[in-house]
DNA sequence: ATTAGGG
DNA sequence: CCCTAAT
């Protein structure tokens, strides 16, 4: 374990896991934070208990589950935070605590753990100046929400040796600190007197690099000596020391935002109140870093400058909320977002307004057992069909990560990320692999079993697959051009389009299309699935062709993303496909190119039920076979139209 | 609000 | 898939 990480090597191969020390839930995002996370894959049932996915999820989800298993790559380990939370849980009648165990145990490898926890600290660039004031202040604070914990915390986090001492020395701040002559020891000191925790990471560089990043405030350190003074860092070839790209201070802290929309509600329910809300949500870490989490104006302020470009949705909604009369409603609620079970200490604050990036956001500050949770309103805006992709803004350690959060499910993924963290429960696995374009990260979860939300498989295990892609490759980004765009925004959101290069499978797809007149729509895809097919052809025969809402809320009450349109749509492509090319009765579909293979059975099926529901809708023969629903062996090939 | 159809 | 007209 005395390895050394290197904290810039290549990128992507390097994605590691880690345990963060602090025990901070960090989904890390590839090197440039710039990049867009797509959380793919989720789901969710009803009443608000998080249920793995669907069959369809699940299955692709089965695969990474087993490619977790050969490769090396990550695990992430969460456990000791949970331990805090689970302490204020347990009483309240949340699920105890049986997670921690395990999971650090899993087999990762340590190297693997501090690389990635120097990775992840590396690719949160800490703009945080943190001066010993806010430390000294904010360890109040941090009592008081974590008192109980505190004990248990300081030293369970037993994986990190960096630890030293319990206390930062801020004396280490003073003057001119010079952190080329300094111990890797002496560097954790600074460290931690700088960021206020502790940091397991050896590699002198990378310390160097990120606690002058701190002190100066800046992501640009690419000195190779480290004086710094006066929070300036002091270069020998000495230029100017500021040219940085100054994304932004404030931070560590995770946050995240999300964009709800109905289902997620009403699987969420009693837990936000109104539907179409945006909220973000912050979850400080539990242990020091919880500072700005708790903190008030302060943090708020804070975000206005760390905040970066929102994404390009996320302004439309901004833009969109501002013209239009955003609704005072959904202000109204001032429920608390609560996770329920999370006892009292769970109430809600006053809303207060946070700017981001000019814009001003409205948001409510939550606090969920010691976290602090802001959570915007949100306004309604939805104008065709009810909102699939949702925009997500991920703040980790002072960075707003925008999150292109496809799907409810996805949501809902991050969602139960949180609660899981909030409930203490640990992430089993984090890794990353390189796939494609970008990196995918899957997440996975075990042993899920929170009172009230059990698994519907037992202890299936819950998974969750983020996708990032790398700045490069800007012919994957679209640019959209908006109206009211201000030539800034403009800039400020080019490339945080991410559009599927490799036409990834089940992921979704959101492709702007040109419209003529000179508008632009997005289109959603998602590939329909051999079982949501099968379902449908279920519904058709239950409830006939044509009663697509009934089948959608029978039939396809999981699949939120369908609707009922889409259903009929794809019955007629599948009558379309079904005729089409059957005479041959080849059994195997001539299906030309790279398209689904529907298997013929389905084929079948559908050109039965065709005839079946055209023969119904046509009182006039009265040749029996109307009322035959059973459909089984009707083989005749009637050239049905429909 | 749902459906059917066209694009 | 999206949009729209017709119910």
Redesign the pocket.
Same mark, same amino acid.
């Given at each position: 374990m005395e390895k050394v990480v290197e904290a810039e090597g290549s990128d992507e191969g390097k994605f590691e896991e880690t345990g963060l020390e602090t025990s901070n839930f960090v989904l890390s995002s590839p090197k440039n934070v710039t990049d867009p996370v797509v959380y793919k894959l989720v789901r969710v049932d009803g009443n608000g208990r998080l249920v793995p996915a669907t069959d369809d999820e699940l299955m692709e989800v089965e695969g990474l589950l087993e490619n977790e298993k050969r490769e090396t790559h990550i695990v992430a380990d969460t456990g000791q935070a949970l331990g805090c939370i689970s302490n204020e849980v347990s009483p309240s009648g949340m699920p105890q605590l049986e997670s921690s165990e395990g999971l650090s145990q899993s087999e990762n490898t340590e190297v693997d753990t501090e690389k990635l926890s120097a990775y992840l600290e590396e690719t949160v660039p800490s703009g945080a100046k943190s001066s010993s004031d806010d430390h000294v202040t904010q360890s109040g604070r941090v009592g008081e929400c974590l008192k109980p914990l505190d004990g248990p915390l300081e030293g369970g986090s037993s994986t990190s040796t960096g630890c030293i001492s319990s206390k930062p020395d801020f004396s280490k701040l003073k003057g001119e600190i010079c952190l080329d002559n300094l111990s890797i020891k002496e560097l954790h000191e600074v460290f931690k007197a700088t960021f206020g925790r502790d940091t397991t990471v050896k590699d002198k560089l990378w310390l160097k690099r990120r606690i002058a990043m701190g002190l100066t405030n800046s992501c640009d350190v690419s000195a190779t000596t480290f004086v710094i003074k006066d929070n300036k860092l002091v270069k020998k070839d000495n230029e100017d020391g500021f040219n940085n790209v100054n994304l932004g201070a404030g931070k560590e802290h995770l946050a995240v935002a999300v964009e709800y929309n109905e289902d997620l509600l009403n699987n969420l329910s009693s837990q936000i109140d109104e539907h179409q809300t945006t909220s973000e949500v912050r979850l400080g870490n539990n242990v020091v870093e919880n500072n700005f989490a708790s903190e008030d104006l302060a943090a708020d302020q804070r975000a206005a400058k760390r905040v970066r470009k929102p994404t390009k949705r996320y302004i439309e909604e901004l833009s969109e909320a501002e013209s239009k009369e955003y609704s005072g409603r959904s202000i109204a609620s001032t429920k608390s977002i609560g996770f329920r079970p999370l006892s009292s200490k769970a109430h809600a604050r006053p809303a207060r307004n946070v700017s981001l990036k000019g814009r001003t956001v409205i948001t409510r500050l939550d606090s969920l057992g010691g976290f602090g949770i802001q959570v915007p309103y949100v306004y309604r805006i939805r104008? *065709?069909?009810p909102r699939?992709n949702v925009t997500a803004l991920l703040i980790i350690n002072s960075e707003i990560l925008e999150l292109n959060i496809t799907c409810e499910l996805n949501v809902l993924l991050l969602l139960a990320l949180t609660r899981l963290l909030l409930e203490g429960c640990s992430l089993h696995a984090l890794k990353f692999h390189p796939s494609g374009m970008g990196m995918t990260a899957t997440f996975i979860k075990k042993g899920f079993d929170v009172h009230g939300s059990q698994m519907d498989n037992g202890s299936m295990n819950k998974v969750l697959e983020a996708k990032s892609t790398p700045e490069q490759a800007p012919e994957q980004f679209v640019a959209e051009s908006k109206k009211e765009m201000t030539p800034t925004d403009m800039g400020q959101n080019m490339g945080l389009k991410y559009v599927d290069p490799s036409g990834d499978t089940s992921d979704d797809n959101v492709v702007t299309v040109p419209?003529a007149k000179g508008g632009i729509?997005?289109? !959603? !895809?998602? #590939?329909?699935t051999l079982s949501e097919v099968m379902k449908l052809v279920e519904g058709v025969s239950k409830y006939g #062709?044509?009663?697509? *809402?009934?089948i959608?809320r029978l039939a396809f009450a999981s699949y939120s993303?369908?609707? *009922?349109?889409?259903l009929?749509?794809k019955w007629?492509?599948l009558l379309k496909a079904s005729f089409a090319q059957t005479p041959t009765d080849k059994g195997a579909n001539s299906r030309k190119h790279p398209s689904m293979p529907i298997p013929a059975s389905i084929l079948l099926r559908v050109r039965e039920l065709a005839e079946m529901q055209a023969q119904a809708s046509l009182p006039n023969l009265s040749t029996g076979k109307l009322s035959a629903c059973g459909g089984g062996s009707v083989n005749e090939t009637r050239p049905g139209y429909?």
């Open positions: 104008r *065709s069909r699939k419209t729509r997005r289109k !959603h !895809h998602r #590939a329909w #062709a044509g009663r697509w *809402s009934e959608k993303y369908r609707t *009922s349109v889409d009929k749509d007629r492509n429909l």
